[in-house]
C-alpha cells in the first residue's frame, strides 16, 4: 500500500501569469542551482555605488572646511562638519518614502536604474564646491536622489530563493559596509592632487583649483557600470491584473477551482494590499527593528565621521595626527576584511547563533571596543597603527553584522507587497537619525577638543563615552518584549 500512491494525486500549482515580471522571476528561480553568484555580484556593485558619495568625504571634510575658512578656530572645524555631514541625510529622509512608493508601484528596477543614474552628476557637483553653502546644498541634493536601498532590500529579498534571502541581504551590507570604506580610500588618497601628486596634477589644473573635485568625479565615474548592471536587472515586482490572462492551461483553473474565482482571488489580494500599506506603523515587528536600526545607525554615523576627524586631527586636540592618505589606507584594510566576512561568515553565523542573537553579541562586543580608542593616543609608530587597523576593521564587521541583522528583521515582518514602502519607511527614520548624529557627534567632538585638560573623564573619553551610551540603549533594544521573537 505504501507504494500504491507516492505522491499526491492532484499537484496544487500557483497561478502565473505570463505577463508578469515577478511571475517570470519566480518561474526562473525554480531553475536555479547553487549560490546565485551572479546576481549578488549586480547587488553588490550597485550597492556600493550608491554608497560611495556617503562616505568618501569624510578623510578630507576636516581639510575642505578649514579651506572654505568659515571656522573662526581651529577647534571649530568638526562643528562645521557636522552640519555638512547631515546635509545628505536630511535630503534622503526627505525623499526615501517616496522612492519606496516608487518601486511599489512601477517596480524595483526603475527606482534603482534613477538612483544610479543621479550618482553620475550630483557628486561630481560637490567636488565643484567653492564654499561651505555650495557644499551643503549639493550634499543635500546628492541626499534626494539617494533613496534606493531600500528597493535595493527588497530586490535583494525577491530576487533569490528563500534560502539565499540572508546571503541577498548580507550582500546589500556588504556593498554598503564596502562602500563606505572605499569611499573614504578614495576620498583619502585622491583629495588635493595638486600637493600629493605635483609631477601628475599642477596647481593651475582644475584639480588644482579644485582641489577635492578628483575623489568626488572617481565616484561618479564608477556609477556607470553600476548603472549599466542596473540596466539588466529583472524585475521582482508582481504586477497581476484582472485582465492579464493566466500563462498556465486550462489544467490550472481547474486545480484551483475555476478561472474566475482565481481571477476574484487575485482581485481581492490587491484591495486588500492597499488597504494594509496604512497598517505598517501598526505592524511592532516592523517598526521595533525600525527603532533599532535607526539606534544603531546614529552611532555608526556618528562613528564614522568622528573617527575621520580623530584621526586627523592634532595630538594636542586628543587626535592622532595622521595624514588623510594615512586614514584611506586603514578604511581600505576595514573594507577588505568587512567584505570577506559579510560573504563568508556572516551567513553561517546568523544561521547558528539566529539574527537577534548576533546582533545582540555584535552589539555587546563594541563597547569595549569603543571604549579603548582614546588609549591609542599614547601609543606611536607601528604598534599604533597596527593596533588602529584591528580596531577598525572589528568595529566595522560588527557594526554591519548588527546592520543586516536588523535588515532581515524588518524584510521578514512584512510581505511583499509592503516591502518597498517598508524599507522606504525605515530609510527615512535610519537618514533622520544619520542626520542628527554627524550634527551631534561634530558638535560633542568641538567640544571635546577644547577639553583636553579635564580632570574627570578628558575631552576624548567623553566623546566614545556618547557612542557607548548610544550602543547600550541599543543592546536593550534585542531584548523582549521590545523584540518579539521571530
Known amino acids: 500500500m505504501a507504494d500504491i ?109 534613477i538612483g544610479t543614474f543621479s550618482v553620475l552628476f550630483t557628486n561630481a557637483l560637490f567636488g565643484l564646491s567653492v564654499n561651505f553653502w555650495m557644499a551643503i546644498t549639493t550634499r543635500f541634493a546628492i541626499g534626494c536622489m539617494n533613496g534606493l536601498l531600500s528597493p535595493v532590500k527588497a530586490y535583494a529579498c525577491e530576487v533569490f530563493r ?69 540596466l539588466r536587472l529583472e524585475e521582482s515586482l508582481h504586477n497581476h491584473d484582472k485582465h492579464i490572462p493566466p500563462c498556465d492551461d486550462s489544467g490550472e483553473a481547474l486545480e484551483t477551482g475555476s478561472l474566475e474565482s482565481s481571477t476574484e482571488g487575485q482581485v481581492k489580494e490587491i484591495k486588500e494590499s492597499g488597504a ?107 604598534t599604533l597603527l597596527f593596533l588602529l587597523n584591528c580596531a577598525s576593521l572589528i568595529k566595522n564587521v560588527l557594526a554591519e553584522a548588527i546592520q543586516t541583522g536588523t535588515f532581515i528583521l524588518q524584510n521578514k515582518a512584512v510581505e511583499q507587497k509592503q516591502r518597498g514602502a517598508a524599507n522606504g519607511l525605515a530609510l527615512t527614520a535610519m537618514s533622520i537619525c544619520k542626520a542628527v548624529g554627524p550634527a551631534v557627534g561634530g558638535t560633542i567632538f568641538s567640544w571635546a577638543q577644547k577639553h583636553q585638560e579635564a580632570a574627570f573623564i578628558p575631552g576624548d573619553h567623553i566623546v566614545f563615552l556618547f557612542m557607548n551610551m548610544v550602543v547600550v540603549v541599543g543592546v536593550l533594544m534585542t531584548f523582549k518584549p521590545f523584540t518579539p521573537k521571530y
Open 5 to 113: 500512491v507516492k505522491e499526491p494525486l492532484l499537484k496544487i500549482k500557483k497561478t502565473s501569469y505570463e505577463e508578469c515580471p515577478g511571475c517570470k522571476l519566480d518561474k526562473l528561480k525554480e531553475t536555479q542551482q547553487g549560490i546565485p553568484f551572479k546576481g549578488l555580484g549586480f547587488i553588490w556593485i550597485i550597492v556600493v555605488a550608491i554608497t560611495l558619495p556617503i562616505s568618501s568625504l569624510f578623510p578630507f571634510l576636516y581639510f575642505m572646511i578649514r579651506d572654505f575658512h568659515i571656522a573662526e578656530r581651529e577647534e571649530d572645524i568638526a562643528f562645521y562638519a557636522g552640519f555638512l555631514g547631515s546635509s545628505f541625510m536630511i535630503g534622503r529622509a526627505l525623499t526615501s518614502i517616496l522612492w519606496g512608493v516608487v518601486a511599489d508601484l512601477y517596480g524595483r528596477k526603475p527606482a534603482i536604474i
Open 162 to 230: 528563500a534560502e539565499y534571502h540572508a546571503l541577498g541581504l548580507a550582500t546589500v551590507s556588504a556593498g554598503w559596509g564596502s562602500g563606505l570604506i572605499i569611499g573614504p580610500a578614495l576620498g583619502g588618497f585622491l583629495a588635493q592632487p595638486a600637493d600629493k601628486y605635483p609631477n601628475t596634477f599642477s596647481e593651475d589644473s582644475v584639480f588644482g583649483r579644485f582641489p577635492y573635485f578628483l575623489p568626488c568625479l572617481v565616484v561618479s565615474l564608477i556609477g556607470l557600470p553600476a548603472l549599466i548592471l542596473s
Open 276 to 382: 494594509s500599506t496604512i497598517s505598517l506603523l501598526r505592524n511592532w515587528p516592523l517598526m521595533s527593528s525600525i527603532i533599532m536600526y535607526c539606534t544603531f545607525s546614529l552611532q555608526d554615523m556618528a562613528y564614522q565621521e568622528i573617527f575621520a576627524l580623530w584621526v586627523v586631527s592634532p595630538r594636542k586636540y586628543g587626535g592622532l595626527s595622521f595624514t588623510s592618505e594615512a586614514v584611506g589606507e586603514i578604511l581600505t584594510i576595514s573594507g577588505i576584511g568587512l567584505l570577506i566576512f559579510q560573504m563568508c561568515l556572516y551567513p553561517y553565523v546568523e544561521r547558528i547563533l539566529g539574527t537577534v542573537l548576533t546582533t545582540r553579541i555584535s552589539a555587546i562586543l563594541t563597547i569595549p571596543l569603543l571604549q579603548s580608542y582614546p588609549f591609542m593616543t599614547y601609543l606611536n609608530g607601528f
